[in-house]
């Protein structure tokens, strides 16, 4: 997981590599997404969780004046597993 800062009026490209499988959610402020003809897109607000996947977004931009943040989550290339752990049983 990574934090991505945008500063007032700040501007990130999207590029396919970079945002494969990419969710998004909006932990401060507001970000735009700006469409591949430049054309400006839905402006997403604090707590709005979005994937650029077939969006046709080209950018991400802050619109507001203070500083916005994303959280961007990834899933891992490699299978994650998990170790159980015996169950004892409950007292009854």
Do not use: C, K
Not at 19 to 34: E, K, N, P, S, Y
Not at 40 to 63: D, E, I, Q, S
Not at 82 to 89: D, G, H, K, V, Y
């Amino acid at each position: 997981m990574r934090t991505l800062t945008l500063r007032r009026g700040g501007r990130v490209a999207v590029t396919a590599a970079q945002w494969h499988d990419a969710f998004g959610v909006v932990t401060r402020g507001r970000i735009q997404l700006v469409l591949r003809d430049g054309a400006p897109g839905p402006v997403l607000g604090r707590g709005a969780g979005f994937y650029l996947r077939g969006t046709g977004a080209r950018a991400l931009h802050n619109p507001g004046r203070r500083t916005a943040r994303v959280r961007i989550l990834t899933p891992r290339a490699r299978t994650v597993t998990s170790r159980s752990t015996p169950q004892t049983p409950a007292a009854e």
